[in-house]
């Protein structure tokens, strides 16, 4: 059974999103600060971990930052705070998902379930994939720079081995979100600040990245 921890200081909201999980199949557990969920977190990892933005003493963007530091667990932000600004500084922060609040349960779950299969689907039969210095070997689930080992969240592995499977083919935001978010439709944001952070971390010089490459008014590329 999936876990969830659900970080929320408002009572009502926190109790409603556990029940909500919990009669989705999740076993899901609540805190009502950062500090408590970061020690639950610590003690107990969960599968997935929800955030509000607004909590007392740590923030949630902190929160975030913290839980990154520890693991690669799959983050979703879930706020009443709707700002572009705070959507994309979430997800620079370390989030791999963005939810306004009010949340219909379907619409978390079915996140939820596309996070658990991206985790599981990045581990293809795809061989070890060579970019120059960059190294990615799909089925370890590692990925080295100059033979130095990356450390990518899930979300970031999972998009980089989307585009390296299609090597030099442009791949659209909308195509990204599909392919690696499993959306349908949705915010193209996503896609560009997780491209923004991959880059920090697989380029030499991500101001003028070699590999992962923007072609103007169409998406993205991963080129040798």
């Excluded at 596309?114 to 990615?136: H, K, S």
């Amino acid at each position: 059974m999936a876990s969830v921890l659900v970080i929320e200081d408002d009572d009502r909201i926190r109790l409603s999103l556990v029940l909500a999980l919990e009669d989705e199949g999740y076993a899901a557990e609540g805190a009502p600060t950062a500090e408590e969920g970061l020690a639950r977190q610590r003690k107990n990892p969960a599968d997935t971990v929800l955030v509000d933005l607004m909590l007392p003493g740590l923030d949630g963007f902190d929160t975030i930052r913290e839980l990154r530091r520890a693991d690669d667990v799959p983050i979703v932000v879930v706020s009443a705070r709707s700002d572009t600004h705070d959507i994309v500084a979430a997800l620079e922060a370390g989030a791999d998902d963005y939810l306004v609040k009010p949340v219909a349960v379907k619409e978390l779950t079915a996140r939820l379930r596309a996070l658990r299969r991206r985790a599981r689907a990045a581990a293809t039969a795809m061989p070890t994939l060579i970019f120059g210095e960059l190294t990615i070997l799909p089925l370890a689930g590692e990925v080295t720079l100059h033979g130095e080992p990356v450390a990518l969240t899930r979300t970031e592995f999972r998009l980089l081995c989307e585009l390296a499977e299609h090597p030099g083919m442009v791949l659209s935001r909308q195509q990204l979100l599909e392919r690696v978010w499993e959306y349908d439709f949705g915010d193209e944001r996503l896609v560009d600040v997780h491209v923004g952070r991959l880059r920090q971390k697989i380029e030499v010089e991500p101001s003028a990245p070699k590999h992962l490459v923007t072609v103007r008014g169409l998406g993205y590329k991963l080129q040798r």
